[in-house]
């Protein structure tokens, strides 16, 4: 039995359906929720051979006429080139403004095809089809779309919601360990933020259930996201737990060396320590959140070659700095948290240095 989890945006709500070998479904789900049309499948060239001919088969028996795209693997893909690339090959293959985006993959993927959709002719649909664990607990849904610049982390993009996100769980088999993993870096984030309990849960048991982890992570960013769409409220900002110095990470390593969830972790140490020293943490809930991360082979120290004053001046251009002060999201006990003004860089550069 698949889950269908609302995202109730109040201008046009939509479903998170979780469940078993469904993506064969994909085209009888998709009809439900858009007229048959033409549409861009895309997706990367580690994930078409797996799954690809599975959409494009449920999709043609739904009546809907494929054009497939593939774009090249990892984050370095995440570049406003490839939009252009992408679109390109859409306008090419004759896609009009009734035609929609099927974005089949993880965060990347995600990412730049709802961006896409986000612009093409000036906005078509698109449904979301995630196929890793970041991308099924949480890039998947919520509407941030977008690409890195040079100058930073997801600097370019739009708010984009999907008409409907499809998970099978069972894509996930054929996930890498090391993929795999870094998915975890946003479940912890969320346990840290919101759910105290799934934090003891993953620390109590190694293989936990994943269509219920899934879901339960789906239902946490659901909330969050139907009562501030579009981050204005500081609500939808405490998603970014463990970001600000996770982004300044992938972007002074170079997009691609780290997973966004292993440049998370780092980002989430720094965070909870952080959290001690300015919101009261307790040393024993920040160093829960440690071990979880290492339970799941985590990074929880940083390289020499990164220096602190290359993260702090990319941190500097961190989209939640508003008139020069930081926005920084600090958690007061597990489960809580809420965005301080109070953090200052010596605090930042303090934090940085503990990764040593
Ligand atoms: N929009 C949001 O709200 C949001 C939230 C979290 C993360 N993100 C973004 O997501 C991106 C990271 O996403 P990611 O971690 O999924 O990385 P990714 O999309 O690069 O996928 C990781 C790797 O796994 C491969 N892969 C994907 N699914 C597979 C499968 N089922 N079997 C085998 N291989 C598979 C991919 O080809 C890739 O090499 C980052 O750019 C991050 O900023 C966005
Ligand atoms: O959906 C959100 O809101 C999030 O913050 C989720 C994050 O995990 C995600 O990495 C997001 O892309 C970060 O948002 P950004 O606005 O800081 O780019
Ligand atoms: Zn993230």
Same mark, same amino acid.
């Given at each position: 039995?698949?889950?269908?989890?609302?995202?109730?945006?109040?201008?046009?709500?939509?479903?998170?359906?979780?469940?078993?070998?469904?993506?064969?479904?994909?085209?009888?789900?998709?009809?439900?929720?858009?007229?048959?049309?033409?549409?861009?499948?895309?997706?990367?060239?580690?994930?078409?051979?797996?799954?690809?001919?599975?959409?494009?088969?449920?999709?043609?028996?739904?009546?809907?006429?494929?054009?497939?795209?593939?774009?090249?693997?990892g984050e370095p893909s995440k570049a406003l080139g490839f939009i252009e690339d992408v679109c390109d090959q859409m306008i090419e293959a004759g896609l009009d403004r009734r035609s929609a985006v099927i974005a089949l993959g993880g965060?990347?993927?995600?990412?730049?095809?709802?961006?896409?959709?986000?612009?093409?002719?000036?906005?078509?649909?698109?449904?979301?089809?995630?196929?890793?664990?970041?991308?099924?607990?949480?890039?998947?849904?919520?509407?941030?779309?977008g690409v890195n610049s040079r100058k930073g982390k997801n600097l370019l993009g739009a708010f984009h919601q999907p008409s409907l996100v499809i998970t099978d769980v069972n894509t996930l088999d054929t996930l890498p360990k090391r993929?795999?993993?870094?998915? /975890? #870096?946003?479940? *912890?984030? =969320? !346990?840290?933020?919101?759910? &105290?309990?799934?934090?003891?849960? $993953?620390?109590? +048991?190694?293989?936990?259930?994943?269509?219920?982890?899934?879901?339960?992570?789906?239902?946490?960013?659901?909330?969050?996201?139907?009562?501030?769409?579009?981050?204005?409220?500081?609500?939808?900002?405490?998603?970014? /737990? #463990?970001?600000? *110095?996770? =982004? !300044?990470?992938?972007?002074? &390593?170079?997009?691609?060396?780290? $997973?966004?969830? +292993?440049?998370?972790?780092?980002?989430?140490?720094?965070?909870?320590?952080?959290?001690?020293?300015?919101?009261?943490?307790?040393?024993?809930?920040?160093?829960?959140?440690?071990?979880?991360?290492?339970?799941?082979?985590?990074?929880?120290?940083?390289?020499?070659?990164?220096?602190?004053?290359?993260?702090?001046?990319?941190?500097?251009?961190?989209?939640?700095?508003?008139?020069?002060?930081?926005?920084?999201?600090?958690?007061?006990?597990?489960?809580?948290?809420?965005?301080?003004?109070?953090?200052?860089?010596?605090?930042?550069?303090?934090?940085?240095?503990?990764?040593?």
């Open positions: 039995m698949a889950a269908r989890i609302p995202v109730l945006i109040s201008r046009n709500p939509y479903e998170v359906i979780v469940g078993h070998d469904i993506l064969r479904r994909a085209g009888e789900f998709i009809s439900q929720v858009l007229p048959a049309s033409r549409c861009a499948l895309i997706t990367d060239s580690n994930i078409a051979p797996l799954y690809a001919e599975t959409v494009e088969t449920s999709l043609e028996a739904a009546g809907f006429e494929v054009t497939t795209i593939i774009v090249p693997p965060g990347v993927i995600g990412d730049l095809a709802g961006f896409v959709a986000s612009i093409f002719y000036r906005g078509i649909p698109h449904v979301q089809i995630p196929t890793t664990v970041v991308a099924q607990v949480d890039s998947s849904l919520g509407g941030k779309t993929e795999f993993n870094e998915g /975890f #870096g946003e479940i *912890i984030k =969320h !346990a840290a933020i919101r759910d &105290a309990a799934m934090l003891e849960d $993953l620390l109590a +048991e190694t293989s936990p259930d994943l269509g219920e982890l899934i879901s339960r992570n789906v239902k946490i960013k659901a909330r969050i996201v139907a009562e501030d769409e579009f981050e204005r409220h500081g609500l939808r900002a405490l998603l970014n /737990f #463990g970001h600000t *110095i996770g =982004h !300044a990470i992938e972007n002074a &390593a170079g997009y691609g060396r780290y $997973l966004h969830g +292993e440049a998370i972790s780092l980002g989430l140490v720094a965070a909870a320590r952080i959290s001690v020293k300015k919101a009261d943490l307790s040393e024993e809930s920040a160093e829960k959140i440690i071990t979880a991360l290492k339970a799941y082979n985590l990074p929880t120290s940083l390289p020499a070659d990164i220096t602190t004053d290359t993260l702090l001046a990319a941190l500097s251009r961190d989209k939640k700095f508003e008139s020069g002060a930081i926005r920084f999201v600090v958690v007061p006990e597990l489960g809580e948290a809420f965005v301080s003004k109070d953090v200052t860089e010596e605090d930042l550069r303090e934090a940085i240095e503990s990764l040593r």
